[in-house]
């Protein structure tokens, strides 16, 4: 069965109420400056104080705390006055969707004067402007330097200048399409898929392309690359709410391919002032350290830094229940780790042959 | 004008003659037990002591020193035998056309009970491999984890099972095609293209295409993601020698990024074994020392860890002359480097505007 999205085109709609949210911040400031005020700029706390987790949105989010740049305090007047600019910035960069990176912007600052001490000082001041809009800075064309790759029957429609309206199916490259600021801010069409799956390494994602996992499991196969890059991101939660596809998601087994799921999942506290950057829905399934026993895979032991890092996710409030609780306390129990690749020792075809399938059967009763 | 490659089926070729070395070694093997001798390989050393620059090669290679693994040695039985076992590896995976990774390797010698210490140890006897066949192991198909990008009119056509001769042009997804396993050994077939363009970064990646560089100049836009992969670096030597494309490299202004050029070009020490990795007439373009102040850029001092690294790589044969050592000393005077993102300061276009239709007419001299 084939799947269409319901939206219209989803990149004009949010480009358009972008630029509308920031002509309202440039009429408040106009505003403010016409009735003889000094204009100031409200903003969410970003402080730790202000980072709580909610249940319901199963995400960190800020609280009620926010934080005034205004013109009128010497000490603000120089972030006000980055924060106005990169506003205007951000304003050009998506009237004429041109592409940045945080770099770029650090250094296209000094074009116009706008003193900012380094990159983290700019970064920083980017972070606010998401805060102060809720919206991620791709949507402002501020794009991560990583790339991941996708692969999987997916029809998309390009907005990006030149390539407005042309169609692409994203199955017919198998080593992958890069998931650059074309794909993030492409329309989805339709596809034929019925799963996303979310894999952590190069390899694999190219295990599963060779044995056609694609077309046996009706999957889009996605290579995260490590961490999740944030366009990646966004790209997963597409493919979920847009098209409605489960996400399936598999890492090594260790804390680290734990969190590496747990993020795609319900994104990271310095991210709490986004809504745009989890994929509440998707689910975890392996390589779980109840897993290392189950299919006798070779492991490694855990350093003193695994195990630290164990403890510390303990104390995270998304680790107290469910899988997420029950396999770090494993993985603290048996201490010791496996990677995807330790299938390899039954086969490189078992981990699709076997462990897949199975894995897939039992993330229909989580 | 539209280039077509000579060549009928590399890929096909390539393969046929390689596993017919494979056959050849393994012959030998049994023709050494049949006549009751103990069985040995004898491999290129790979000590320091052997490794030496070769002028009209323009690359390091090895001496005439080889090295016994034979059965006959109890101390060289164990490298013997896993000698033997990834020789049988690897005609596996060349015959059905499987991809694997290092760490693949590592863990399917689980599965025959060859004993390897640690990853380190088997990576090591794929080298050992890489050298005796003189081939590197991307061709019986061991692929590095990281993945590259490509964009530009370039008509491949793919020889992995399943896609056997589908045609694809690089041209429509302007995020790019990942750069793994089924595009290293697909066959190029024609372009309309007349160079190649091979840069450092992602997001110049990015500007570059979004620029139509690819149309204005007539190129196909390489993005390495830092350090080229080895697969980049042979699909770049292929563009080179068999479709007859210039190749151009564009890096930070840094000791680092010259380096990275120099890899491309020249490869590196410690695959001194190989002669398919490297691309001897590529250009070292930019950002050179000499950028800085031509192009009046924001720079960064030069750490103390840059500072050694440039006496460090004056001590190596390639840094002697030319551009290499001008910008080398060049670095050592004004102790300072930019970024190729640091053009922005002149606006976003500036780098495709005005440098490197600079940059490209120098090259042509150089």
Redesign the interface.
């Known amino acids: 069965m084939v799947k269409k999205s319901k939206a219209k085109s989803v990149a004009k709609e949010r480009q358009e109420s972008l630029l509308e949210l920031l002509r309202k911040k440039g009429e408040e400031v106009y505003g403010d400056i016409d009735s003889g005020k000094y204009p100031k700029f409200s903003i969410p706390s970003r402080s730790v104080s202000n980072i709580v987790y909610d249940k319901s949105l199963r995400q960190y989010i800020l609280g009620s705390n926010t934080a005034v740049r205004s013109s009128h305090n010497t000490s603000q007047l120089r972030s006000f006055t980055q924060l106005m600019w990169l506003a205007f910035f951000a304003n050009r960069l998506t009237m004429e969707k041109?592409?940045?990176?945080l770099?770029?912007v650090?250094?296209?600052s000094?074009?116009f004067a706008i003193d900012f001490e380094n990159q983290a000082e700019s970064d920083n001041i980017i972070v606010d402007l998401e805060a102060m809009l809720a919206r991620a800075r791709e949507e402002f064309r501020i794009?991560p330097?990583?790339?991941s790759?996708v692969f999987g029957d997916l029809d998309i429609e390009?907005t990006?200048?030149?390539?407005e309206g042309?169609k692409?199916n994203l199955s017919?490259?198998?080593?992958?399409?890069?998931?650059?600021?074309?794909?993030t801010t492409a329309d989805l069409i339709s596809t034929s898929a019925e799963m996303v799956i979310a894999i952590e390494?190069?390899?694999l994602f190219?295990?599963f392309v060779?044995e056609?996992v694609h077309s046996k499991f009706k999957a889009i196969i996605v290579?995260t690359?490590g961490q999740a890059p944030r366009s990646t991101r966004t790209f997963l939660r597409r493919l979920n709410k847009e098209m409605g596809l489960p996400v399936i998601i598999l890492t090594d087994g260790d804390v680290y391919g734990e969190h590496i799921a747990m993020v795609i999942k319900s994104g990271s506290a310095n991210a709490a002032h986004l809504r745009e950057l989890t994929v509440p829905d998707a689910k975890w399934m392996g390589v779980w350290a109840t897993d290392i026993e189950k299919y006798k895979l070779?492991t490694i032991p855990m350093t003193d830094a695994d195990i630290k890092r164990c403890h510390d996710l303990k104390k995270d409030p998304r680790y107290q229940k469910g899988i997420w609780k029950r396999e770090l306390d494993v993985f603290l129990k048996i201490k010791r780790k496996a990677?995807l690749?330790?299938?390899?020792?039954?086969?490189?075809t078992n981990i699709t042959d076997k462990y897949l399938p199975a894995k897939l059967e039992a993330s229909k009763s989580l």
Do not use: C, W
């Open positions: 041109k592409s940045s990176t770099r770029d650090y250094y296209s000094q074009a794009f330097e990583e790339r790759a390009y990006i200048p030149g390539y042309k692409m017919n490259h198998p080593d992958g399409y890069a998931v650059g600021s074309s794909l390494k190069g390899g190219t295990r060779e056609n290579d690359g070779p990677e690749e330790a299938f390899s020792k039954y086969g490189l």
